[in-house]
């Protein structure tokens, strides 16, 4: 066979006979032979590659990137993924990025300073997902996260609750955001009085620290809503070994229903993200920068929506006893 012939196969291109064709794929597959994708790629001057920045200890960050790989096979591209992790930063996470030769970056939920994006959005298309950045040169994607402990907290007033608290995260992308739905919501239902904000943050272990407070707080809330799923989980730790049943005693409500949340044995009542949604908006928006397509706004804002589980039910004196 001829080197051209041969091609012509591997590109799935019309120019090979039936029996010529079944002939190759018969030896590439006896040799074990795969087309260097990558290596075509780079004599047309296009990688098609996406990079991704993404944190490890987030169990959100998975999802999303699950996600993020659907939405890139569906139009042609492939993902080069780049974590951060408590010994490598952002900045070192975006520059292996930029080796490798994607053609726009997405990232996830940084932490970085929007000058440094604006820096990165000078070289190549920058699409930031889950934090709301202020800059004509950068794109967002990202949840209405007011809107969702705004429904957070109608859910439990709906229940009976009053006295509500809340555990934010910091200054985590999104917390400020959270934590003015948080108190706008409050308000709303004329519970100003009853506003509380227990210091936390995006981990288990800032849940249990700010449940600790909780524990301390008289009268106790019975109800709480918290920045993330993570989070929500180390409040549900020491809340039970502290003796209180959830939701007997205390309601819960988490943060972006990951699969932390969807687990049997904890089954978080919480405010879902649009993950499909999410990624498929960004892996467009990074493509009709790269073809240079009109684009109208440059962030996205996808409403979330609450998933009731078990962790919630109305307040002590009305809710039934926990299932034995």
Avoid: K, W
């Avoid at 091609?7 to 006979?17: F, Q």
């Avoid at 996830?108 to 040169?137: F, K, M, N, Q, S």
């Avoid at 649009?274 to 790269?290: C, F, G, K, S, Y």
């Amino acid at each position: 066979m001829s080197v051209a012939l041969v091609s012509i196969v591997m590109r799935d291109v019309p120019g090979a006979s039936p029996a010529s064709r079944q002939r190759v794929l018969q030896a590439a597959d006896e040799l074990g032979y795969r087309p260097d994708t990558r290596a075509r790629l780079l004599r047309s001057s296009r990688s098609r590659l996406l990079g991704v920045v993404f944190g490890v200890q987030h169990a959100f960050h998975g999802d999303l990137v699950s996600g993020l790989y659907t939405a890139a096979d569906r139009v042609g591209y492939e993902l080069a993924l780049s974590a951060v992790t408590p010994q490598r930063d952002e900045q070192r996470a975006a520059a292996s990025l930029l080796q490798d030769r994607c053609e726009a970056l997405v990232l996830l939920g940084p932490h970085t300073r929007t000058a440094h994006l604006a820096e990165l959005a000078a070289r190549l298309p920058v699409v930031v997902v889950a934090r709301a950045v202020r800059h004509r040169d950068v794109d967002v994607v990202r949840t209405a996260d007011e809107s969702g402990l705004h429904e957070a907290v109608d859910h439990l007033v709906g229940l009976g609750h009053r006295r509500i608290a809340h555990v934010d995260g910091g200054r985590a992308p999104g917390a400020a955001e959270r934590r003015r739905g948080y108190r706008d919501a409050m308000r709303h239902h004329g519970l100003a009085a009853d506003v509380h904000v227990l210091s936390g943050g995006l981990t288990e272990d800032d849940g249990a620290a700010a449940a600790r407070a909780l524990l301390d707080l008289t009268p106790r809330p019975t109800a709480v809503t918290v920045f993330n799923d993570r989070c929500a989980l180390g409040v549900l730790d020491v809340l039970q070994r502290a003796g209180l049943a959830v939701p007997g005693d205390i309601s819960v409500v988490g943060y972006d229903d990951s699969r932390l949340a969807r687990l049997s044995h904890v089954g978080l009542t919480t405010i879902a993200q649009d993950i499909e949604q999410i990624t498929t908006l960004a892996v467009t928006r990074a493509i009709d920068r790269l073809e240079r397509n009109p684009v109208s706004h440059r962030e996205l804002v996808v409403p979330p929506h609450l998933v009731v589980r078990t962790t919630t039910c109305p307040p002590p004196a009305t809710c039934p006893p926990p299932a034995t």
